[in-house]
């Protein structure tokens, strides 16, 4: 079984997620797949869908470290007048000791002439000894955007302080079909709460999230906006992290490639200079290129190529099916 650290590595975000939820616009769900933290095991799932793309979580939960304690280096010398400050934290009460990925902060206790907390001393290992002057402090710590924050007084004696840390790890792929989308094709955007709630446009915690990027938040409700592509292969679900849970998730698009083309015969060489819309069946404008042969991701659906070049305009009807990818081609004339 491996440690935190390496189950999150190689991590480029520190922020999100874990259970499926509802997709547009009805939608079974069930319970997703979640692993320890300290795992990478894979398994088997559930699969809500829906018009445009459905959400497949893995299986089976892992229990959670068992371990009481991190071990701790010995205890290092301390000068008269300084106290060694032990530090620990873990994933909630009676829960698993966190192993990797915190970042400790000790800040004097009071704010200087300028207002602002002095930053005393940084520290990223798991379960550090740190040896201060006595006197108050502020102790933050952080993992991913999960933080806890402790008021602390150092006069003679060792003092070991414990935080409680419930946070969930999410990593995402996204998929056509059996086919893995390619990592550098999709990225997801992570949301607090639920899609379906009212208040305002809200902002994402955690935008352009890669394909395999562990992302930690604490444990709560969030959603999930999948992007295929730049146009509007978009996939939206709502989940709930779980403390001290690692899970998996599968993201399906119901999309394909297409590749615009126009051609002065069928089967012809494209013409440069070339600028594209795609549009809706209503007229909506979904996609706008300029080239000879654009390349767009569509979702399953009826659309309109319009073509234009040297002053003339061509357009033709297609309809792109799930994971046929393909090229469309207008006739100029």
Do not use: C
């Not at 398994?43 to 009481?68: D, F």
């Not at 001393?121 to 999960?146: C, I, N, Q, R, S």
């Not at 446009?201 to 604490?218: F, G, K, L, Q």
């Not at 042969?293 to 569509?298: A, D, G, M």
């Amino acid at each position: 079984m491996k440690d935190l650290a390496t189950a999150l590595a190689p991590p480029r975000f520190w922020p999100a997620l874990a259970l499926a939820a509802m997709l547009l616009p009805q939608v079974a769900f069930a319970q997703s797949a979640q692993n320890s933290l300290f795992s990478n095991a894979p398994s088997a799932g559930w699969s809500p869908s829906n018009e445009r793309g459905s959400v497949t979580g893995p299986g089976n939960v892992l229990v959670p470290p068992t371990a009481n304690a991190i071990p701790r280096a010995p205890l290092p010398m301390v000068p008269p007048g300084e106290v060694a400050l032990a530090l620990d934290a873990r994933f909630g009460k009676n829960a698993g000791p966190i192993t990797g990925g915190l970042t400790w902060r000790v800040f004097a206790a009071k704010p200087d002439t300028g207002g602002k907390y002095r930053l005393v001393k940084e520290d990223k290992t798991p379960a550090p000894t740190l040896v201060l002057p006595a006197g108050a402090y502020v102790v933050h710590v952080g993992f991913g955007l999960a933080t806890a924050v402790k008021p602390v007084t150092l006069t003679s004696e060792t003092v070991h302080e414990e935080f409680d840390l419930p946070a969930g790890g999410l990593r995402l792929e996204g998929r056509v079909g059996d086919a893995r989308i390619p990592a550098g094709q999709i990225s997801f955007d992570v949301f607090k709460g639920s899609q379906f709630e009212t208040g305002g446009e809200r902002r994402p915690i955690a935008e352009h999230v890669m394909t395999s990027d562990v992302v930690i938040v604490p444990e709560g409700t969030y959603y999930i906006v999948s992007n295929y592509g730049d146009a509007n292969a978009v996939v939206r679900s709502d989940i709930r992290v779980q403390a001290g849970k690692l899970t998996d998730i599968t993201v399906t698009h119901r999309a394909a490639a297409i590749t615009l083309k126009l051609v002065s015969d069928k089967g012809g060489e494209a013409l440069a200079n070339t600028a594209w819309s795609v549009l809706t069946p209503g007229g909506d404008v979904i996609k706008e290129a300029l080239g000879a042969f654009p390349r767009v991701i569509l979702a399953e659906g009826e659309y309109r190529a319009i073509a234009r070049s040297e002053g003339r305009v061509f357009e033709r009807e297609f309809k792109v099916v799930t994971g046929v990818d393909g090229d469309v081609e207008v006739l100029a004339r």
